[in-house]
């Protein structure tokens, strides 16, 4: 995880604020760099090109010293991503700068067109969530973008007296002209030549007396084909078919890249032995995880589980009113506790006992994190200056659980005292299984397009979903989680798992439209992410493969904390 600022000027180099720094070194903590250029447009005016990169070191022997910069060409590079593959090769140690060397060579090619091919071509085969932005100094050509999921967080402001354009992977506090950055393709910008450029969205830069810089967005391609739309409700799913199997074989696969070789900053030996930890309500996608990750990493590495609960105080209130007669309504017992009540507490200790039982021999640490109405209310502005551009309740309630998770900060028992202490995390790479109810038709709208449509509704959400998950969720996700220095990684989110996914027939994937008479075991399982449950039964985790799905603002009870009356997508006052 890093974060990237960059700007461009036509008057002098502008810099982050003094709040944008302290931001930016939240998200990468080891090391903090910059560089400047200057050029000429084809004006003979002034480009003033600033750039500032801060890292948090998770791979190789050593921590990168961004922005990277060649000597020799001239060329510019911020990095804020993890390249698991480029093409079918995977990639060892220091992926950026594997993929500036690359960029470097895609753009020695004088012709300019020539160039811009190649670079986007080496942009487009690299597989793993990432932010980026690119100068070719040769060429005098600025790219950035996101990656085809939108897994990393850029924003861009083009309304600046001084700059022409800033990029950052956070926005100012107080400033609300910062949006997010599309992540629908590579973004160009040519500061010297204005007559091969066609005319995209968004459209020319600002208009500025002193600058041709005119911008252009190369698309990115999705995957052509999608989950074929059948007529037929019968299904092949079964606890040995061919899509269970393959579930697990991406899944594992996923895995493994994002598991191995954690680097581990110096000085932080208690990290050697805890290098991840896992998002953990619970339910079916992140206890799946979990399961799988015992398989591959070694049985002495332990595994921390933050599982994340909140007062909120109108469920306290109504609790209250309800206690049984004879209890003192001041005191709380513990499992009258407003956060050993929440769901996501409960399903999460019955998670951890299944683990437990098929697992011997492995550390499950449950990291019980404890959230008090009023630190929420102390944090509550920090969040909301986070989550922007995003601000309606449900993006703050999402985020609120996903932010103190992601701190780590709880309540565990400590090997081999039994005795619950305080404890925060050393793990700074974070499993969740978001992407697992879009993937395999997990949400409730999901059985109501079903219900309403049949097959091609249903695959018309599902589609909607998976393309929209950059713009909702995963930009959002990515400033509040990094604001801790961690780094949070998908393994459903995986481009292999995702085109095997989006290729597979609906009735492979999820059970709607089935007949009841259907039983692939002896129990009887919810249809959305039938092959996620089907998969977990056949793992030893049958309680986990029952699990109903609930979303993570009611699990953790940050929804409504107020009022009840307000609705999710009600804005921010």
Aim: some cysteine; overall charge positive.
């Amino acid at each position: 995880m890093c974060g990237i600022y960059v700007s461009l000027s036509d008057q002098t180099y502008c810099e982050p604020t003094s709040n944008l720094s302290k931001l930016l070194c939240r998200r990468g903590p080891d090391y903090i760099g910059h560089e400047k250029t200057q050029i000429q447009d084809v004006n003979r005016s002034q480009i003033y090109i600033s750039f500032t990169s801060t890292v948090l070191g998770l791979r190789g022997e050593r921590i990168s010293q961004q922005p990277f910069r060649s000597e020799k060409s001239g060329s510019i590079f911020c990095w804020n991503g993890e390249a698991w593959k480029i093409g079918t090769d995977c990639v060892e140690g220091n992926d950026g700068q594997i993929i500036f060397e690359k960029l470097i060579k895609a753009s020695s090619f004088e012709n300019n067109s020539d160039a811009t091919a190649a670079v986007l071509k080496l942009l487009k085969s690299i597989s793993g969530p990432f932010a980026f932005v690119y100068f070719d100094n040769f060429h005098n050509q600025l790219y950035y973008g996101r990656d085809r999921l939108g897994r990393r967080s850029l924003l861009y402001k083009d309304e600046n007296k001084k700059a022409i354009l800033e990029l950052c992977s956070i926005s100012d506090q107080n400033d609300d002209r910062w949006i997010e950055v599309e992540p629908d393709g590579i973004y160009q910008i040519s500061m010297i030549d204005e007559t091969n450029l066609t005319q995209t969205q968004p459209s020319d830069l600002p208009n500025s007396t002193n600058t041709s810089a005119r911008l252009q967005k190369q698309k990115w391609k999705y995957c052509e084909t999608s989950s074929p739309c059948v007529s037929s409700i019968s299904s092949s799913l079964s606890l040995d078919a061919k899509s269970t199997q393959s579930l697990y074989y991406f899944l594992e696969k996923s895995l493994r890249l994002r598991t191995s070789k954690i680097s581990i900053p110096p000085g932080t030996k208690d990290a050697s032995n805890t290098p991840l930890a896992i998002l953990f309500s619970g339910g079916l996608d992140c206890t799946v995880l979990a399961r799988i990750v015992h398989d591959i990493l070694p049985s002495n590495q332990e595994i921390d589980l933050l599982n994340v609960a909140f007062e909120n105080p109108r469920v306290v209130q109504a609790t209250r009113s309800t206690l049984m007669p004879g209890k003192d309504h001041h005191m709380i017992f513990p499992e009258d506790s407003p956060f050993e009540l929440c769901p996501d507490r409960k399903t999460g200790r019955c998670s951890l006992k299944e683990l437990k039982e098929v697992c011997p021999g492995r550390t499950w640490r449950f990291v019980a994190i404890n959230v008090p109405y009023s630190e929420y209310l102390a944090h509550k502005q920090n969040l909301i200056d986070l989550i922007y551009p995003h601000n309606t309740e449900m993006d703050l309630s999402i985020a609120s659980a996903l932010y103190f998770a992601s701190r780590g900060s709880g309540l565990a028992a400590v090997e081999p005292i039994k005795i619950l202490k305080p404890y925060v995390t050393p793990a700074r790479v974070l499993l969740s299984g978001l992407g697992a109810d879009e993937l395999f038709g997990g949400y409730s709208r999901h059985s109501l397009a079903f219900r309403r449509s049949g097959f091609p509704g249903l695959l018309y959400e599902l589609e909607l979903d998976l393309n929209r998950l950059g713009k909702r969720n995963l930009g959002r996700d990515d400033r509040v989680i990094s604001h801790w220095g961690k780094e949070a990684r998908y393994p459903f989110l995986d481009e292999a798992l995702v085109k095997w996914a989006i290729e597979s027939p609906i009735p492979e994937k999820c059970g709607f439209g089935i007949s009841k008479n259907f039983k692939p075991t002896n129990f009887e399982f919810e249809p959305g992410k039938l092959v996620l449950r089907l998969l977990s039964y056949k793992l030893g985790m049958i309680s986990t493969a029952m699990e109903k799905k609930r979303a993570i603002q009611f699990g953790a009870r940050t929804a409504k904390m107020e009022t009840s009356k307000v609705k999710g997508s009600t804005p921010l006052s």
